[in-house]
């Protein structure tokens, strides 16, 4: 299984609200990342977790947190978003946090719209 | 920072070779050079990588400057299927990051 799964598919809400993004992947990866992209650009790294632990932040607000609860899966949590945060949110994981080689395996993204 | 320099677009005739260009002039000794692939609607995907040499694999190959402040995906018969976004990307490993350039919109008519 070469798969990373992430859900929901799209996402619509409003800047008052709370919700969450869910990426899974069982291929024992042991370093999973949260990127964002708007139209048109390369994805954008936001955070990387290796070992289950937080090893990257790239200066991301405070109103995204992330979350990972086991090896197999990372939770973004969202609250108090802006508009400008309606985007494609894209999860990966590789098999371990840094080495020569790297491959990252992608999810298809959570399109979220922020009203 | 790491950045890379790629054409917006480029176009090509299905079935024949596609070499796309990418300048990554500041590249430090450490940085592995990858390329991925963005599909409509998909996650971006791997396609090759390299450090210093020339690459080969069943997708592509990888040609490599020798001052490496270059390199050149070449897709070897390019059918409708490889109508995507490519990326070329340097990997800092021991910082585990991948600075993405901005991508070339690769357009194959039939």
């Known amino acids: 299984d070469t798969e990373v799964t992430q859900t929901p598919k799209h996402l619509v809400m409003g800047m008052t609200n709370k919700k969450s993004l869910k990426c899974e992947q069982h291929m024992g990866h042991r370093a999973m990342y949260w990127y964002k992209q708007k139209a048109k650009k390369p994805p954008e790294l936001m955070f990387v977790y290796s070992y289950e632990k937080l090893s990257i932040n790239e200066s991301v607000p405070s109103r995204f947190s992330p979350e990972c609860p086991n090896s197999s899966l990372l939770n973004l949590h969202l609250h108090a978003l802006q508009p400008e945060d309606s985007a494609l949110y894209l999860c990966a994981s590789s098999q371990s946090g840094g080495g020569s080689y790297n491959e990252q395996f992608f999810g298809p993204g959570t399109r979220l719209t922020v009203l | 920072d790491a950045k890379t320099t790629q054409p917006n677009s480029m176009e090509s005739n299905e079935e024949e070779p596609v070499h796309l260009p990418c300048n990554h002039s500041?590249?430090?000794?450490?940085?592995?050079i990858h390329w991925y692939r963005q599909l409509p609607s998909q996650g971006p995907e791997y396609v090759i990588h390299?450090?210093?040499s020339n690459v080969n694999n069943r997708m592509a190959s990888l040609a490599i400057a020798e001052d490496r402040k270059s390199s050149t995906l070449i897709l070897h018969r390019a059918t409708l299927r490889d109508a995507a976004v490519y990326y070329c990307?340097?990997?800092?490993?021991?910082?585990?990051?991948?600075?993405f350039g901005s991508g070339t919109k690769l357009n194959v008519k039939p």
């Open positions: 990307i340097l990997y800092r490993y021991n910082f585990n990051k991948f600075y």
């Open positions: 500041t590249i430090s000794g450490t940085d592995y």
């Open positions: 390299g450090l210093t």
